[in-house]
């Protein structure tokens, strides 16, 4: 079947500009892109006037909760929320019940997500440690050859300096990244929010930033010495990406994460207690919002991932310290993203599309789906004129554990076409 996608605006890494032209596709291929086709006899023509057309995007940093929490969130209903948000692809965190620490539940979880409509664009990490304890090494070399692309143990800090220290041995041995969530648990505490003049106000324990910025300097010394790719998820202060600026000047192998929420909210919002605004590393400072945004202009950060973690209504309504950490963002982050940036010439599309579509992917060791004639057919169709409404019956997550919960937003998603098949039409 072919379909010509007709004067779109085309959005690429290379360039901040737009691109009118036409694209025509024929099964999973891309076969022509030029400022106007006129022979595409038999083709289904979509008129995408107005329309922005961008690679598919990935998201290297996402809870599925499969397997043991599917109350919350399960690999089918994840991949039905990254289609509705535009993304073609992602990779699962191990902090699941069992965690993924061993070859046997890599495949497991691997063969669910090979049922889902994005089934071969979904990765999955291995956790670094038994359990994510700290303790003992998890089965590294197992998990590689079961098809595990990143060792983490997200939610964690690896504890233990000589622990984390063969990690990254062995990850570099087996050339695969190493991510490290960093975190000074006895610096954090029973903290629920970022240390500071709004958590003494709101009586709340606090998470001083020195607990991220200690780790992150810590593990990027260990790293140094090692050799490993590490890779810093998402960073949320000033100091905590200065870090990391010095230590790629360096030349240190080290990449790092930004999270919307972290550019758009700061501890200010947490006014009246709502817990959808509770995340680990906290939301910090109007200042630290202001230079990570720099940062992600000035290209420090490499990736844009949303740390898309689903909770249970019945959780996140307890009192704001005994909630659980996390927030969605799998649906809501490009439309954001827009509303916030974007249509304000902010950021532009370029950017977008190469920290959010081309370097998750190159991170992980993956080709990008750039809209080029001889392509694959992996991109969305963006309509900045149209809203979207996070409503309940809007999001397809099992969870709605956001801040922009029944919120509307400039720009929706209008269409997503994964392997020429178009999986989403509004």
């Given at each position: 079947m072919k379909r010509?996608y007709?004067?779109?605006q085309?959005a690429?890494e290379d360039?901040p500009?737009?691109?009118t032209?036409?694209?025509?596709v024929e099964?999973?291929?891309i076969?022509?892109?030029?400022p ?17 057309l ?11 909760r ?7 969130e399960n ?5 039905e929320a990254a289609?509705?948000g ?5 990779v699962?965190m ?7 620490d061993?070859a046997?539940?890599?495949?497991s979880?691997?063969?669910?997500a090979r049922r889902?409509r994005?089934?071969p664009?979904i990765y ?7 359990g994510r ?6 089965g590294?070399?197992?998990m ?8 983490t143990?997200?939610?964690?800090p690896?504890?233990?300096?000589q622990v984390l ?11 695969i990244?190493?991510?490290s ?6 610096l954090s505490?029973?903290?629920c929010?970022?240390?500071g ?9 606090g998470?001083?930033a020195?607990?991220?910025e200690?780790?992150?300097?810590r593990?990027?010394r260990l790293?140094?010495?090692?050799g490993?790719h590490l890779?810093?998820?998402?960073v949320s ?9 010095r230590?790629?000047d ?9 999270a919307?929420?972290h ?7 947490i ?6 605004y509770k ?10 919002n202001?230079a ?6 000035d290209?420090?950060?490499?990736v844009?991932?949303?740390?898309h ?5 019945f959780?996140k309504?307890?009192d ?6 996390g927030?969605?963002?799998l649906?809501?982050?490009l ?6 940036y974007?249509r304000?010439?902010?950021?532009d599309?370029?950017?977008i ?5 081309a370097e998750?992917r ?14 694959i ?13 996070f409503?309940?019956a809007?999001m397809k997550s099992?969870?709605?554990n956001?801040p ?8 929706m ?11 989403l039409?509004?």
């Amino acid at each position: 079947m072919k379909r010509l996608y007709r004067h779109a605006q085309i959005a690429s890494e290379d360039s901040p500009k737009l691109q009118t032209a036409d694209v025509l596709v024929e099964g999973d291929k891309i076969i022509g892109v030029a400022p106007s086709i006129e022979k595409a006899e038999g083709a289904e023509i979509i008129d995408c006037t107005g329309r922005i057309l961008l690679p598919g995007l990935f998201d290297i940093h996402v809870h599925t909760r499969e397997p043991g929490q599917e109350d919350k969130e399960n690999i089918a209903t994840c991949a039905e929320a990254a289609i509705n948000g535009g993304v073609t692809g992602f990779v699962m965190m191990p902090n699941t019940a069992p965690a993924i620490d061993n070859a046997g539940v890599v495949r497991s979880v691997l063969e669910s997500a090979r049922r889902t409509r994005i089934g071969p664009g979904i990765y999955t990490t291995g956790a670094i440690t038994k359990g994510r304890k700290g303790e003992e090494l998890a089965g590294i070399a197992g998990m590689k050859a079961a098809g595990a692309v990143m060792l983490t143990d997200d939610g964690f800090p690896v504890d233990n300096p000589q622990v984390l220290r063969r990690a990254m041995e062995y990850a570099r041995e087996f050339d695969i990244p190493l991510a490290s969530h960093c975190e000074v648990k006895e610096l954090s505490g029973k903290g629920c929010m970022h240390e500071g003049k709004i958590s003494y106000a709101l009586g709340l324990p606090g998470i001083p930033a020195i607990s991220e910025e200690i780790c992150i300097a810590r593990d990027i010394r260990l790293a140094e010495f090692t050799g490993v790719h590490l890779n810093i998820q998402h960073v949320s202060t000033e100091r905590g990406m200065g870090t990391i600026k010095r230590a790629k000047d360096r030349g240190i192998r080290v990449t790092c994460e930004i999270a919307p929420h972290h550019l758009m909210f700061n501890h200010e919002h947490i006014g009246d207690y709502n817990t959808h605004y509770k995340m680990n590393p906290p939301l910090r400072t109007p200042e630290d919002n202001a230079a990570l945004l720099q940062g992600l202009k000035d290209g420090w950060f490499d990736v844009i991932a949303t740390d898309h973690a689903p909770h249970t209504p019945f959780e996140k309504n307890q009192d704001f310290a005994s909630a659980p950490f996390g927030i969605t963002g799998l649906e809501t982050a490009l439309v954001s993203l827009y509303d916030y940036y974007i249509r304000k010439d902010i950021l532009d599309w370029g950017l977008i599309v190469k920290r959010y579509s081309a370097e998750p992917r190159r991170l992980m060791k993956l080709p990008p789906v750039p809209i080029q004639e001889g392509g694959i057919a992996e991109f969305i169709l963006f309509n900045p004129a149209r809203t979207t409404t996070f409503s309940r019956a809007f999001m397809k997550s099992k969870s709605s554990n956001t801040p922009f919960l029944d919120q509307t937003l400039q720009g929706m998603v209008e269409r997503v076409v994964y392997r020429g098949e178009e999986l989403l039409v509004r």
